[in-house]
T-cell receptor, first 110, second 110 residues
Framework: EDQVTQSPEALRLQEGESSSLNCSYTVSGLRGLFWYRQDPGKGPEFLFT???AGEEKEKERLKATLTKKESFLHITAPKPEDSATYLCAVLGGSNYKLTFGKGTLLTVNP | NAGVTQTPKFRILKIGQSMTLQCAQD?????MYWYRQDPGMGLKLIYYSVGAGITDKGEVPNGYNVSRSTTEYFPLRLELAAPSQTSVYFC?????????FGQGTRLTVV
């Protein structure tokens, strides 16, 4: 069974204080690993898809990386508007299920 | 191009009533998913579909049914609503690189 574990559950940063979120996964035949951002009361918003170990993608202050067992979402010099829940998901190759972790609640204080 | 559209946005049901949550996408995506999200519990997969006429159970299918007669529509049926089905329901679609979510349906069963 595909599993996704995200850590930490919650993270509080000061504005400008860089950090990383972790997503560990086990999946049968990874077809893709997704990162989403979710604001309160809204649906998840797509950020990145990573397909293979060693791949990296960047968008503004966010950078996602992938190894064979985990993915990191690096946040550089965060701003208060980066506060949200960040979700990680894997798409399994054998069953096409999109399985999510519980998310990391990020709070960036000014 | 509206993306993924869910209706209704809010609904209150009485115990034992039935309803259908609607989900439509206009991106010609093959893969579609239904999730429920409870506070602090992440997204749990209810049902998914890899194409018209093909559906499969996810992690928490009991009390729900789905159909996928066309690529565009993937309705979720609740039969005999129970208080445990109080949740926020999200529909999603993906075709490889990009995955999109609807804005959710907030359902309360009283």
């Amino acid at each position: 069974e595909d599993q996704v574990t995200q850590s930490p559950e919650a993270l509080r940063l000061q504005e400008g204080e860089s950090s990383s979120l972790n997503c560990s996964y086990t999946v049968s035949g990874l077809r893709g690993l997704f990162w989403y951002r979710q604001d309160p009361g809204k649906g998840p918003e797509f950020l990145f898809t990573l397909y293979s170990a060693g791949e990296e993608k960047e968008k503004e202050r966010l950078k996602a990386t992938l190894t064979k067992k985990e993915s990191f979402l690096h946040i550089t010099a965060p701003k208060p508007e980066d506060s949200a829940t960040y979700l990680c998901a894997v798409l399994g190759g054998s069953n096409y299920k999109l399985t999510f972790g519980k998310g990391t609640l990020l709070t960036v204080n000014p | 191009n509206a993306g993924v559209t869910q209706t209704p946005k809010f609904r209150i049901l009485k115990i034992g009533q039935s309803m259908t949550l609607q989900c439509a996408q206009d991106m010609n995506h093959n893969y579609m998913y239904w999730y429920r999200q409870d506070p602090g519990m992440g997204l749990k997969l209810i049902y998914y579909s890899v194409g018209a006429g093909i559906t499969d159970k996810g992690e928490v299918p009991n009390g729900y049914n789905v159909s996928r007669s066309t690529t565009e529509y993937f309705p979720l049926r609740l039969e005999l609503a129970a208080p445990s089905q109080t949740s926020v329901y999200f529909c999603a679609s993906t075709q490889g690189e990009v995955a999109f979510f609807g804005q959710g349906t907030r359902l309360t069963v009283v």
